[in-house]
């Protein structure tokens, strides 16, 4: 067990739909991360908050947003959703916001998109 | 974002060592070598970090080449729980912590 909660943790939907998947990061953990993994395109970072902040972004596209709260749990938004958003989207955490830091993941969201 | 190349798949038998090869010619001064793995099913999972000295953890070590252009991560005794997806990943120290994972190395377990 990393620490790191996710909810939910399966999750079925129409396309065009919108969706929020959320995370609780470890105990005193300030950054939160965001990835998808898809058979055909791998694991890719989405996007990093840190102590509320965005830190950093990857490949997300424009229909997705994210926040990290004042409790430090994040929330992805995923709208108008299509078929290829279909994957499974992990969270993970780590005590700062830079460097060679241990990232622990979360068991992750399966978005099923039909 | 430097690249790293493994192989796609490797094979090793119950409680034998298991050498997994990392290249990553484009590796740059502040760049950190980052193992981590996902067993079926799960999230992945942190093993070793190092920058230019070799390391050892309870899990693993990590062999590093001295021109930093390659790296080797060693499981000394694999068992079938060690079946998974090995990622090598280099992580730049900067003020963001993002990783980029790559293909990974699928490492079959044999009893």
């Known amino acids: 067990d990393s620490g790191v909660t996710q909810t939910p943790k399966h999750l079925i939907t129409a396309t065009g739909q919108r969706v929020t998947l959320r995370c609780s990061p470890r105990?005193?953990?300030?950054?939160v991360y965001w990835y998808q993994q898809s058979l055909d395109q791998g694991l890719q970072f989405l996007i990093q908050?840190?102590?509320?902040?965005?830190?950093a972004k990857g490949n997300i596209l424009e229909r997705f947003s994210a926040q990290q709260f004042p409790d430090l749990h994040s929330e992805l938004n995923l709208s108008s959703l299509e078929l290829g958003d279909s994957a499974l989207y992990f969270c993970?955490?780590?005590?700062?916001?830079?460097?060679?830091?241990?990232?622990?993941f979360g068991p992750g969201t399966r978005l099923l998109v039909l | 974002d430097a690249k790293t190349t493994q192989p796609n798949s490797m094979e090793s038998n119950e409680e034998e060592p298991v050498h997994l090869p990392c290249n990553h010619s484009?590796?740059?001064?502040?760049?950190?070598i980052h193992w981590y793995r996902q067993l079926p099913s799960q999230g992945p999972e942190y093993v070793i970090h190092?920058?230019?000295s070799n390391v050892n953890n309870r899990m693993a070590s990590l062999a590093i080449a001295e021109d930093r252009k390659s790296s080797t991560l060693i499981l000394h005794r694999a068992t079938l729980r060690d079946a998974a997806v090995y990622y090598c990943?280099?992580?730049?120290?900067?003020?963001?912590?993002?990783?980029?994972f790559g293909q990974g190395t699928t490492l079959q377990v044999k009893p």
């Open positions: 993970a955490s780590s005590v700062g916001g830079g460097g060679p830091e241990t990232q622990y």
């Open positions: 105990s005193g953990d300030l950054s």
């Open positions: 908050y840190y102590n509320g902040e965005e830190r």
């Open positions: 484009t590796i740059s001064g502040t760049d950190y």
């Open positions: 190092g920058l230019t």
């Open positions: 990943i280099l992580q730049r120290w900067d003020n963001t912590g993002k990783l980029i």
